[in-house]
């Protein structure tokens, strides 16, 4: 393959991640603002979700915050189960349809952050 080869696949795979990128951004922000109050009603008496919840009046950027911390607490709940930060109880309520949005958000986000160093290194290797 040609370096130009490459580079055109390289320019390729950028943009097919910044559109997914955004298309993330746009579906958590979607959520943040249509269930956050659903989804704070079901964790009330889990502290490590209190704690993150005034960043729902943080604008954009807040609520943006606000719901990948809680697709990460609900779709990694072991390390604040055993610090006793999340409410099993809460957890078990919790609705299936939505713990399966929040994790779907929080995989698709590692993905893109593993494509992202996946292209960081591919550039920073030096064919020459």
């Known amino acids: 393959m040609s370096q130009k080869t490459v580079d055109a696949l390289l320019v390729g795979i ?5 559109a997914a990128a955004i298309v993330w951004i746009t579906v958590a922000l979607h959520m943040a603002y249509t269930k956050m109050d659903r989804i704070l009603e079901h964790l009330k008496n889990c502290t490590a979700i209190m ?8 604008g954009p950027w807040g609520r943006l915050m606000l719901i990948g911390g809680i ?3 609900v779709t990694f709940p072991n390390f604040y189960l055993k610090r006793g930060e999340l409410c099993p109880e809460d957890l078990e309520k919790f609705p299936a349809n939505l713990k399966r949005k929040l994790a779907v958000l929080q995989w698709t986000l590692l993905g893109l952050l593993f494509v992202m160093c996946c292209l960081a290194a591919i550039a920073n290797f030096d064919l020459a």
């Open 51 to 58: 704690v993150r919840a005034p960043l729902r009046h943080g």
């Open 14 to 18: 950028g943009v097919l991640y910044f």
């Open 71 to 73: 697709s990460g607490i």
